[in-house]
């Protein structure tokens, strides 16, 4: 899809207008950049809301305020402070990260896409993030946020939003491609200010997906991608279980297996399952357990 100067003038306005307007200027890593505390935000960030983000943000970098204090804290202190934002292995691939950062770079960031991707948990749209938004880069990359913004205003059906856009862009729900919009993104990005510019997408997409109603009820865009999946639920799953054994272990310090499975009964009642999902702690690097009892690695 090929945008015209006018169309992508007129994309830029809206998108920069309504952020003058609304822009979240009391989100802490965003008052003091630096790539480090864009790091950290961006990990905390997936998968958990903003507003959530913010406070678990601001005492993370009491706690740890370099990349080194990172590198030297115990796993066992990293993931006490990240308790309460779920999926713990974030948290161990930070710690990760922090010591590769401190024994490979000298505790600098690296400043490539390439260099970044190759850290612990960094995929393709966080490297595109921390390019943007830590060197004001003009990097290209899509997240949720950005996806709905532009699935909305480029795969729009003025009749029905549910259906697919116009003319030769038409596509069923689901079929919306991400490369399809990386393309976009490509030719919608401003020549400077690119960091404001993903603020401003990302605070849009915000907007966007919490005023955007269809019939009465709530309308994500995000369905017609195809790279849109829901979160799966949390209750009874075994992230949930997982979560509750390393909750347990941080109160603690030690418990036999057996008495993890017996705290752990009223999540599953199912033994098998339960020393499966303490074996999946063992094996990426949470647990260790010697003589039939189970702690925290250090």
Do not use: C
């Amino acid at each position: 899809m090929k945008i015209s100067p006018k169309k992508k003038a007129d994309f830029q306005k809206l998108v920069l207008d309504y952020y003058k307007e609304n822009k979240r200027a009391q989100l802490p890593w965003r008052s003091k950049i630096t790539p480090y505390r864009v790091w950290i935000s961006e990990i905390m960030l997936q998968q958990t809301q903003v507003d959530r983000v913010v406070s678990f943000f601001n005492e993370w970098m009491k706690t740890f305020t370099t990349v080194q204090d990172l590198a030297n804290a115990s796993q066992i202190d990293v993931l006490k402070s990240w308790k309460g934002l779920g999926y713990n292995s974030r948290a161990i691939r930070l710690k990760r990260s922090a010591e590769i950062l401190v024994n490979d770079y000298y505790g600098k960031f690296p400043k490539t896409i390439d260099e970044i991707q190759k850290l612990p948990g960094i995929g393709p749209y966080t490297a595109g993030a921390i390019m943007a938004f830590a060197y004001n880069k003009p990097t290209v990359f899509v997240e949720t946020n950005i996806r709905r913004v532009f699935i909305y205003h480029f795969w729009k059906n003025e009749e029905n939003p549910l259906l697919p856009g116009e003319g030769g862009f038409r596509r069923k729900p689901g079929e919306v491609h991400d490369k399809e919009i990386l393309d976009l993104v490509s030719q919608t990005l401003p020549e400077k200010n690119i960091r404001e510019w993903y603020f401003a997408l990302m605070d849009y997409g915000a907007y966007l997906g919490s005023e955007l109603k269809l019939n009465g009820k709530k309308f994500n865009p995000n369905i017609k991608s195809r790279h849109y999946t829901k979160q799966s639920k949390f209750s009874g799953s075994d992230r949930e279980i997982r979560s509750r054994i390393v909750s347990i272990l941080l109160e603690n310090k030690k418990d036999s297996i057996s008495g993890i499975v017996k705290k752990v009964s009223g999540l599953s009642d199912d033994v098998d399952r339960v020393e499966r999902i303490i074996s999946t702690l063992e094996r990426d690097g949470f647990v260790e357990i010697n003589k039939g009892k189970i702690f925290l690695k250090k």
